[in-house]
């Protein structure tokens, strides 16, 4: 299938993916870009074969998640950089979930980097590339209106049982699982799903086999650091998930 050209049905184009309708008004077919951008999209790059890794894990991925009953948008592959997923109406949130400090938490407070959390931390941001995609504050959140208190519930309890699902099958292939970052939507039925990818340009993700600070990044962070070897890198971890799991299905 000639994703590319299919201009006529591009739904949405981010930065990462490509969005486009399919035959079905309920679904919608999801393409995984070589594009890779950092701070912002103020760095960018094209990385061969980085849209091939990360749908095949995403699909990897969203199939766990599925075996553990965490409902999400994923139906299966319908090429090797693209997916079948449900429709959702995406709610603009940003939902991370913290196993250990990086990134902006140690940015943003005297938490050193690489303690140990005492429990998870979810920090909800904006989703709005304009406004830098601010961190809320509960009132915000509720002032803005985006969800009502049992989807802000729901999204709270999906998000803890994503980071033990994930968590816990990664820290079996000797990866953990630093932090990560969700997004949310409704389907036709009004269902909340985990939507978008849960791939190393959205996940944290430490090789426990190395105890190089910098070679046991396995994540974006390779591209935001100039550390080189991401794609290799992503490539580490698809290489022992498939080695535990089968093939991803087709979508037919
Ligand atoms: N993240 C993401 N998209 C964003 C912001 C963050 O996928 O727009 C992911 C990021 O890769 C990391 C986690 O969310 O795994 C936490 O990111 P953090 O808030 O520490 O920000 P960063 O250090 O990426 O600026």
New binding site residues.
């Given amino acids: 299938m000639q994703m590319t050209s299919d201009h006529a049905n591009l739904l949405y184009e981010g930065k990462a993916k490509r969005v486009f309708n399919s035959n079905h008004s309920d679904r919608v077919l999801v393409e995984f870009k070589n594009d890779a951008t950092?701070?912002?999209a103020r760095k960018h790059m094209q990385l061969r074969k980085k849209g091939f890794v990360n749908c095949q894990i995403s699909a990897c991925l969203f199939e766990v998640l599925e075996g553990e009953q965490v409902p999400n948008h994923y139906l299966g592959l319908i090429a090797d950089t693209c997916m079948m997923a449900q429709r959702v109406q995406i709610i603009p949130l940003?939902v991370?979930v913290?196993n250990i400090a990086?990134?902006?938490?140690?940015?943003e407070t005297p938490i050193s980097f690489g303690q140990e959390l005492p429990a998870p931390l979810i920090?909800l941001?904006y989703?709005d590339d304009e406004m830098g995609?601010p961190?809320l504050t509960e009132a915000r959140l509720e002032l803005l209106g985006l969800l009502d208190r049992e989807q802000r519930l729901e999204i709270s309890r999906l998000a803890l049982k994503v980071n033990s699902v994930l968590s816990t099958f990664l820290d079996k292939l000797q990866l953990t699982l630093?932090?990560?970052?969700l997004e949310f939507g409704c389907n036709e039925s009004g269902q909340l799903l985990v939507a978008d990818e849960i791939s190393p340009?959205?996940?944290?993700v430490w090789d426990q086999r190395n105890t190089d600070l910098d070679g046991r990044i396995l994540?974006?962070?390779r591209f935001?650091k100039d550390l080189g070897g991401v794609v290799e890198a992503y490539e580490e971890i698809l290489k022992r998930i498939q080695g535990v799991c089968s093939k991803p299905r087709i979508y037919r």
């Fill in positions: 950092a701070f912002n940003e991370v913290r990086a990134g902006s938490l140690c940015r920090d941001y989703k995609d961190l630093v932090d990560f970052k340009d959205t996940c944290r994540d974006k962070d935001r």
